[in-house]
Nanobody, 129 residues
């Protein structure tokens, strides 16, 4: 059973930065997909970014509103995915969830929560002055 442990959320002023971490345990991780979603109060959970890998082949993906500001990366040795968030804005405020799929999802399937097998508990990110 894969377990995901998130950390790194908090309160930051507009224009600031945060780095989220998601450490995975309990799986083989030779190939797969790890992603970040976010959910603002009263709204649906939305895809933010994903890291896909299969052996040495990797790929990163972002929703348009975070391109150029957020960067996803993976430390293979630590089975940990990071989301570096720069130039944060109030509209980035949400609970951020880490998600993992057992396989390397095709791009069209990255965006849907139902395609992920495991979820973290969520970490709050608040952008406010």
């Amino acid at each position: 059973q894969v377990q995901l442990l998130e950390s790194g959320g908090g309160l930051v002023q507009p224009g600031g930065s945060l780095r989220l971490s998601c450490a995975a345990s309990g799986g083989t991780f030779s190939s797969g997909t790890m992603a970040w979603f976010r959910q603002a109060p009263g709204k649906e959970r939305l895809f933010v970014s994903a890291f896909r890998w299969s052996g040495g082949n990797t790929g990163t993906h972002y929703r348009d509103s975070v391109k150029g500001r957020f960067t996803i990366s993976r430390d293979r040795a630590k089975n940990t995915v990071y989301l570096q968030m720069n130039s944060l804005q109030p509209e980035d405020t949400a609970v951020y969830y880490c998600a993992s799929a057992d396989s390397r999802l095709i791009v069209s399937r990255l965006w849907t929560t139902e395609n992920y097998n495991y979820w973290g508990q969520g970490t709050q990110v608040t952008v406010s002055s």
